[in-house]
C-alpha cells in the first residue's frame, strides 16, 4: 500500500514525497526520507495524531503511523549536520536559513524574531498544501469527494466541519505569512476546492468564493486572537486608539464613534467574545440556507451579531459582494429596514 507523506524538514521547508509502500520500520522510514529528499545527520521523526486533534507523537513504531497519508516532523538531534537540499530556485541567503533552521539547538536557537524573519522571507507555495483535518472530517470529505464523483452532489458543510477547515488552514497558512494578500488567500481556496470537490460551491461562479471570503475573515480573527495571547508581530500592527509613542503623546486623539458614525463599533454583548459571535453567525448561515427560514431566529442572530459586523465592515471595509456571501441575511427585505433603524435610532 503506498503511503503519502507531507514532511516538515525545517520551519521553511516543507516537501511531499510518495512512497510505493510503507516501510517495514522507523529506520528503515528514515533511510528512505534521507534517500529521497538529501538529508543528512541524524533525527527523529513526529507524526500528527489525528486520535489527538492532529497532536505530535514522537514514532516508536511504524505501525502507529496513519494509514494512507500522513504529516511527519523531523526533530534533528544535537550535534547534528542537518543539510536539507536546495531547491534550484532557492537564494543562497535563504538555503542558510534553511540549514541554520535545523541544526543543533545548542549552536542556534532561533528566536520569535528569527522565526518572523523565516516567514516574512518565505515565497507562497504554490499549489498551497491543504493540511490534513481531524480524523472525523477526513472520512466526510472521503465520502463526500466519492459522492461528488459519482452524482455530482455537493457534501453539506455543517458548522463544525466548517470551522475545523478555517482554523487549520488560518494555523498553516499564517505559519507561512501573516498577513498574505488577497490573490494568495484566493489561492488557498482554489486549492482546497480542487483537493476536495465535495465543497465546490454550486452556482455558476468559480465555487470557491465564499470559502475566500470564510478564510479571509477566519485569518483575521486568528490574528486578533494571536495578539490577545501576547504575539508581537500580529499586536505591532494593530493601530490601537489612544496608544502612546515614545514621546509620551498619543498617535490618535479620535474621540470614540458613536451610533450613527460612519466608524462606529459597539462592544460585543455580555458573555460574547468575536469567536462565540463567529459561531452565532455560522448558526445564522446555515439557516438562510433552509427553504423555509425561521426569520424570528435570524432577526436574533442578527441582533447578536451586530457588533461583529460592524467591526467587520469598520476594520475590514469587505467588498459587497463578500458581505454577501458572509451576511446573506443583512439582504434580506426585512433585515434592510432592521438593520437601518439598529444603526440610526431615532432617524426616520
Known amino acids: 500500500m503506498a503511503l503519502l507523506l507531507r514532511v516538515h524538514v525545517s520551519p521553511k521547508l516543507i516537501r511531499k514525497i510518495q512512497l510505493s509502500t510503507v516501510p517495514e520500520s522507523v529506520k528503515q522510514l528514515q533511510d528512505e526520507l534521507q534517500a529521497k529528499l538529501g538529508l543528512e545527520g541524524d533525527f527523529a521523526i513526529q507524526y500528527e495524531d489525528p486520535d489527538f486533534g492532529n497532536a505530535l507523537c514522537n ?8 494509514a494512507g497519508r500522513a504529516v511527519l516532523h523531523l526533530i534533528w538531534e544535537e550535534n547534528a549536520s542537518a543539510s536539507p537540499p ?31 524573519y ?17 480524523y472525523d472530517v477526513e472520512l466526510k470529505l472521503r465520502k463526500g469527494n466519492e459522492v461528488y464523483e459519482k452524482a455530482g452532489a455537493n457534501l453539506s458543510v455543517t458548522r463544525n466541519i466548517k470551522m475545523e477547515i478555517l482554523d487549520k488552514l488560518a494555523q498553516e497558512m499564517f505559519a507561512i505569512k501573516a498577513y498574505p494578500d488577497k490573490n494568495e488567500i484566493t489561492s488557498v481556496a482554489q486549492e482546497l ?11 455558476n461562479g468559480t465555487g470557491y468564493d465564499g470559502w475566500a471570503t470564510s478564510i479571509k475573515f477566519k485569518l483575521g480573527n486568528y490574528r486578533s486572537k494571536l495578539s490577545e495571547a501576547g504575539c508581537s508581530e500580529v499586536a505591532v500592527n494593530r493601530k490601537r486608539r489612544g496608544e502612546e509613542d515614545d514621546s509620551g ?27 462565540s ?72
Open 277 to 348: 459571535l463567529e459561531n452565532e453567525r455560522c448558526i445564522l448561515e446555515d439557516e438562510m440556507k433552509k427553504r423555509d427560514k425561521n426569520m424570528a431566529l435570524i432577526t436574533q442572530k442578527m441582533d447578536i451579531t451586530f457588533s461583529l459586523r460592524r467591526k467587520e465592515v469598520v476594520e475590514m471595509q469587505p467588498l459587497v459582494k463578500e458581505m454577501q456571501l458572509r451576511w446573506p441575511a443583512l439582504f434580506l427585505k426585512e433585515q434592510g429596514n432592521h438593520s437601518y433603524s439598529h444603526s440610526c435610532p431615532g432617524v426616520d
Open 249 to 275: 503623546t498619543n498617535r490618535f486623539s479620535l474621540k470614540k464613534p458613536k451610533r450613527g458614525e460612519v466608524n462606529f463599533i459597539p462592544d460585543a454583548p455580555e458573555n460574547f467574545n468575536d469567536e
Open 193 to 203: 476546492v480542487s483537493k476536495h470537490p465535495c465543497l465546490k460551491e454550486p452556482g
Open 59 to 66: 514514532l516508536m513504531d511504524i505501525n502507529e503511523l496513519p
Open 86 to 116: 536546495q531547491t534550484p530556485s532557492d537564494h543562497s541567503a535563504i538555503s542558510s536559513i534553511d540549514t541554520a533552521s535545523v541544526s543543533s539547538a545548542s549552536s542556534f536557537s532561533p528566536s520569535s524574531s528569527t522565526q518572523t
Open 118 to 134: 523565516m516567514r516574512s522571507t518565505s515565497q507562497w507555495p504554490n499549489p498551497f498544501p491543504i493540511p490534513i483535518f481531524s
